[in-house]
């Protein structure tokens, strides 16, 4: 229920798939299917893990060496150095 009104939520149907639930909460209002009056802020999400597609990328071998060295370095792998420089480098050019 919300506050101040004595009306009933409604039941959130299931969902077949996840264009079937955003076509329907593109037309309905939450607001009569949620109590968000009792909702969790900041949740957890353990088992949610973003999506990743795998990329191929042809590097001179100097430049991969580099990449390599400076990942020992901070002792992290080099592909995952590789994502850090360009998301700070998209950060960069996006502000």
Same mark, same amino acid.
């Given at each position: 229920?919300?506050?101040?009104?004595?009306?009933?939520?409604?039941?959130?149907?299931?969902?077949? =798939?996840?264009?079937? $639930?955003?076509?329907?909460?593109?037309?309905?209002?939450? /607001?009569? #299917?949620?109590?968000?009056? %009792?909702?969790?802020?900041?949740?957890?999400?353990?088992?949610?893990?973003?999506?990743?597609?795998?990329?191929?990328?042809?590097?001179?071998? =100097?430049?991969?060496? $580099?990449?390599?060295?400076?990942?020992?370095?901070?002792? /992290?792998? #080099?592909?995952?150095?590789? %994502?850090?420089?360009?998301?700070?480098?998209?950060?960069?050019?996006?502000?």
């Amino acid at each position: 229920m919300r506050k101040g009104n004595k009306e009933r939520l409604k039941a959130i149907p299931k969902f077949r =798939s996840q264009s079937e $639930e955003r076509r329907f909460w593109g037309k309905h209002d939450s /607001v009569h #299917y949620i109590d968000w009056q %009792k909702a969790v802020l900041n949740p957890a999400f353990p088992e949610l893990k973003p999506s990743t597609h795998t990329v191929s990328l042809r590097l001179s071998d =100097s430049l991969l060496n $580099e990449i390599k060295r400076l990942a020992h370095q901070q002792d /992290v792998p #080099y592909q995952s150095l590789m %994502k850090i420089f360009l998301a700070e480098k998209i950060r960069e050019v996006s502000a």
